[in-house]
């Protein structure tokens, strides 16, 4: 059972992290739901390792009460709990806040990209940390900036000029828009060398 984490952050909020392995059977016995079979077998992977990880987490078979936004993000609104994902090739993650008050969370999960650096001038203004030409570094800034948009919850957002991350000693985040202006704190940590972020 590849479950890589399971880490409780608070007393109500807990993520995990799955590297997919099984067929696509093994996910389908613990759900409600079943994929859509129009997707492509790594994508129903995905949905069914998601709804899988939502049943582990809250210890019940609830996955089917994920639904999604007009927007896209996803939703627990009938146990009043917040819920992020992320997945990147054959890894899912999901976090849950089951405090029916708490704000947007947000995780996000990252391969190694080589050309990270070629892309940074797109989203990294100068008051993000300086990646000083470490692809890792740059990395990092981006998944931060996933996670900051995922929490904004709106698509009208642009990575280099409303979203900045510091490092000041702890990793956080701000959302500054005409309407807003939210810092957020960070967490992070390497799994092999995978990079997960996520929302404190």
């Given at each position: 059972m590849?479950?890589?984490?399971?880490k409780?952050?608070?007393?109500?909020?807990?993520?995990?992290?799955?590297e997919?392995?099984?067929?696509?059977?093994f996910?389908l016995?613990?759900?409600?739901?079943?994929?859509?079979?129009?997707?492509?077998?790594?994508?129903?992977?995905?949905?069914a390792?998601?709804?899988?990880?939502?049943?582990?987490?809250l210890?019940?078979?609830?996955?089917?009460?994920?639904?999604?936004?007009?927007?896209?993000?996803?939703?627990?609104?009938?146990?009043?709990?917040?819920?992020?994902?992320s997945?990147?090739?054959?890894?899912?993650?999901?976090?849950?806040?089951?405090?029916?008050?708490?704000?947007?969370?947000?995780?996000?999960i990252?391969?190694?990209?080589?050309?990270?650096?070629?892309?940074?001038?797109?989203?990294?203004?100068?008051s993000?940390?300086?990646?000083?030409?470490?692809?890792?570094?740059?990395?990092?800034?981006?998944?931060?900036?996933?996670?900051?948009?995922?929490?904004?919850?709106?698509?009208?957002?642009?990575f280099?000029?409303?979203?900045?991350?510091?490092?000041?000693?702890?990793?956080?985040?701000?959302?500054?828009?005409?309407?807003?202006?939210?810092?957020?704190?960070?967490?992070?940590?390497?799994?092999?060398?995978?990079?997960?972020?996520?929302?404190?």
């Open positions: 590849p479950l890589r984490l399971e409780q952050i608070d007393a109500t909020k807990k993520l995990a992290v799955w997919i392995s099984e067929p696509l059977s996910f016995e613990k759900i409600s739901i079943h994929p859509d079979q129009t997707l492509l077998e790594e994508q129903q992977l995905c949905k390792c998601t709804r899988f990880l939502i049943n582990h987490l210890n019940k078979k609830i996955d089917n009460l994920l639904a999604y936004s007009s927007k896209g993000q996803p939703l627990l609104d009938q146990i009043q709990s917040k819920i992020s994902i997945h990147s090739k054959n890894w899912v993650s999901v976090y849950i806040d089951t405090n029916p008050e708490a704000s947007n969370i947000g995780i996000d990252e391969f190694p990209r080589p050309n990270i650096l070629k892309l940074a001038s797109k989203f990294i203004s100068p993000d940390i300086d990646p000083e030409g470490k692809p890792e570094m740059a990395l990092l800034v981006w998944s931060a900036k996933e996670v900051l948009y995922k929490i904004y919850a709106e698509k009208a957002l642009d280099k000029t409303h979203l900045s991350v510091q490092n000041l000693p702890q990793l956080q985040g701000t959302i500054q828009t005409e309407t807003t202006q939210k810092t957020i704190f960070l967490e992070h940590l390497y799994i092999d060398n995978k990079l997960l972020v996520w929302s404190l």
